[in-house]
C-alpha cells in the first residue's frame, strides 16, 4: 500500500459520504482511506460502516472516545500505507491531491511533503486561497521546511501533508489539546531526511454555515493550548540546533506575537483558582522569546507586564 488517508469521524454525517467519494476518486489507485468513529451521536457509524462494505479500498475502526488527536494516532496504528495523509471529514480534496504529493515525495526521496489549502463556502462567498498557487514544487531541507511553518507562509496543518508513516508512529500527535498540527507537524518535518513543498491548493477546507468546523467562542482553555503549542514551537527553535541566532531572531516572530497575545487573552477570561494557577505557570514561556524579536506593540506591552509579574513573585 502506498498512501493511507486517516479521515476521523464524529458526528458528520452529513459530509462524511462527500469526503469519502473524494478520497476513493483520487488518481493514484493504491490507496486506503481508514475511517476512525469516535464517539459519535449521529448516523456516522452506520454510514461509516456502509462505505467499508461498499468498497475494499475504505476500512473501519471504531473509538469508544477520543479527540481528534486519538483518533489520529489510532488510524495511523491501523495503516498498511508506506505514508499517510489526514483528512477532517467534512472536507474535500482534489483528484489528483495524494497522487500527485506522493510522486513528488518517490521522485525526491523526500519523507515529508506539503501542498496548500482553499477555504470554500457554502453560501456563494468565492473561494479564500491562503498562499501562493503557481503550482510549483520546492525541494526543501528539514530546516528550510521548519522555517517556512514558523514562519507561517505555509499552512500547518497535517491536512495538508503526506509524511512517512514510520516518523508519524514515532511522534504522534497530543491527545487531549487543541492546536494539536500547530505543536506537532513541524517535528515531522525536522525528523525528515528531505521535505517538498507544493504551491497549489489541493485541500478545500470547508466553511459550512452551522457547521462543525465554526469554532465556538473562544475560552481559557483554547488560548491556552494555543499558548502552549506557541511555548513548544518557541522552545523547538531556541534548542534544536538547527538555526543560528540571527534565524532564531526572525523566525521566533509569529510564535512570539501569538503566545503573548494568548497570554493577555486569558488573563481576561480567568473564572477560578486553577485557571489562575495555569496562567502563572505559562507565563515563564517569556523567556525563550529572543531578544530583537519583532512584536506588535501591544504584544510588547504585555511581555513588559508579565516580566514585572514574574519579577514580583521571584
Sequence with gaps: ??????????????????????LLSQTL??????????????GSPAICSELSSEDPRVRYVTLEKGDLSTARNEGVRAAAGEYVGFVDSDDLVSPEMYGRMYEAAVRNGADAVNCNYVKIYNNGRPPKYQYCEDGTERVMTPAG?????????????????????????????????????????????AASSSCVQINR????????????????????????DCADADRIRLAFIRDSGLFTPGEQVNLSSKSAESFLRKL????REISCAEEREMLRGIMPGISLIPDG??????????????????????
Excluded at 264 to 267: D, F, L, V, Y
Excluded at 293 to 307: E, W
Design 1 to 22: 500500500m502506498k498512501v493511507s488517508i486517516i479521515v476521523p469521524v464524529h458526528n458528520t454525517e452529513k459530509y462524511l459520504r462527500q469526503c469519502v467519494g473524494s
Design 29 to 42: 489507485d493504491d490507496i486506503e482511506v481508514v475511517l476512525v468513529e469516535n464517539g459519535s451521536e449521529d
Design 145 to 189: 521546511m521548519i522555517a517556512l511553518n514558523m514562519r507561517e507562509e505555509i499552512s500547518q496543518s497535517a491536512c495538508t501533508l503526506l509524511v512517512r508513516k514510520s516518523i508519524v508512529s514515532e511522534i504522534g500527535f497530543c491527545p487531549g489539546v487543541r492546536f494539536e498540527d500547530r505543536r506537532t507537524t513541524f517535528l515531522f518535518y
Design 201 to 224: 491548493s489541493m485541500y478545500y477546507y470547508h466553511q459550512y454555515r452551522g457547521g462543525i468546523v465554526k469554532k465556538g467562542r473562544r475560552n481559557f482553555r483554547t488560548n491556552y
Design 264 to 267: 493577555n487573552r486569558m488573563r
Design 293 to 314: 524579536c519583532r512584536l506588535s506593540l501591544k504584544a510588547k506591552v504585555i511581555r513588559h507586564f508579565v516580566r514585572r509579574i514574574l519579577a514580583a513573585d521571584r
